[in-house]
């Protein structure tokens, strides 16, 4: 049976389910349905959960993650990409990874101010910092809450290198901050591409961007001089590794600088998550994809080893290497990103050039 015509299947929604929060005791679950006058019903909306962090800058000391900075305005993510190892981050606030990632949002109002207290510290040296390194900075309810802009406005105020990584055409928004931004080497944007195939891709991240649409999204960058690179990823070994060659040329054709790509990892509670799925959405190869993706991961599902949880391992891993290598060499030899310029931080100390 086609997803589209299973009853059970969520429409417009990633996850097909709320799977248990492992640190929560308690869950609800519909044990007797027959002796119930009407089905357990959830609320299908998206809802939005404020929080007030005192702290923005998260800083990785993975030894894969090259030292990482990053900025999160919104956790949970209402583009609802099935394979998002994001989703897991929810269960530290009590929700499921499941359809709650997808419906809960939880939105950090006072980003930019702390952003700006971060970069007046007595001792800070200008890093580049990344907008997200988890959720989608640029999901729909930013085009209403316009957090993400104001972190750009506090970048460009302070001449702090940025990289962005979206999926949403809504970056276009933001193109007077980021053209200036990039006038100076101070900016960076990563635009992910999973699949060109619109059934495919409508299955997979259900509430995002078209490849088209993404697409025109790396030429209008390019067009203004910002630079771009595109994101093959993940890739799914058996359901969008053959097109892999294609997205690199795509978005080489239309003005990216560079390409870079990681193979799915599902960690945590994203096994269960991505399983339920695709034997939902994919049923005639859900089993072939699922041995695929463990032979990238010495047998598991779940692989948290550095080096290899997200560049994978073994004969269909190299497969998938070799192939990136060959389609960049071919669509995109020559070109290069350009150097962050580090030299232009200026902090602005005190109440009187603060911008808030």
């Known amino acids: 049976m086609a997803h589209e015509d299973n ?4 429409k417009g929604r990633g996850a097909q389910v709320n ?4 640190f929560l005791k308690n869950k609800y679950v519909s044990e007797h349905i027959e002796g119930l006058d009407e089905p357990l019903l959830e609320n ?15 800083e990785s000391h993975s030894p894969d993650l090259s030292h990482m900075y990053s900025i999160n305005p919104y956790q949970g993510c209402e583009h609802g990409c099935i394979y998002c190892y994001a ?8 929700f499921s990874a499941g359809l709650d990632f997808e419906r809960k949002i939880i939105i950090k109002r006072n980003a930019p101010e702390l952003l700006e207290q971060y970069f007046n510290k007595k001792n800070y040296k200008p890093v580049c910092i990344m907008l997200s390194g988890n959720t989608d900075c640029y999901q729909p309810v930013e085009r209403r809450l316009e957090i993400t802009r104001r972190l750009l406005e506090m970048f460009l105020h302070y001449k702090n290198p940025v990289s962005i990584i979206t999926k949403n055409n809504l970056v276009l928004r933001d193109l007077d901050i980021l053209t200036e931004l990039a006038s100076m080497n101070l900016v960076h944007v990563n635009v992910s591409i999973t699949s060109l195939n619109e059934q495919l891709r409508q299955k997979l ?17 390019a067009e203004k001089g910002i630079p771009v690179r595109v994101m093959a990823a993940p890739i799914i070994p058996g359901l969008n590794s053959n097109e892999v060659p294609n997205i690199i040329k795509a978005a080489a054709d239309r003005g990216a600088l560079a390409a870079g790509f990681t193979i799915v990892r599902l960690n945590g509670s994203i096994a269960e998550i991505f399983s339920d799925w695709i034997y939902k959405a994919f049923p005639d190869r859900a089993e072939k994809v699922l041995n695929m993706i463990r032979e990238c991961h010495d047998g598991k599902l779940n692989d948290s080893d550095f080096g290899r949880r997200m560049s994978g391992e073994g004969k269909v891993a190299e497969s998938i290497h070799q192939m990136f290598r060959m389609a960049c060499n071919r669509f995109m030899a020559g070109r290069v990103m350009p150097e962050y310029d580090y030299s232009l931080f200026v902090p602005r100390k005190g109440k009187q050039t603060s911008m808030f």
């Open 205 to 221: 991240e259900p509430r995002t961007v078209t490849a088209t649409g993404r697409l025109a999204v790396i030429q209008k960058l």
């Open 7 to 10: 009853p059970d299947f969520f």
């Open 19 to 22: 799977i248990h929060n492992k």
């Open 44 to 58: 299908t909306a998206t809802q939005l959960f404020e929080e007030t962090p005192k702290k923005i800058v998260s």
């Open 87 to 94: 989703r897991n981050s929810h269960e530290y606030y009590g």
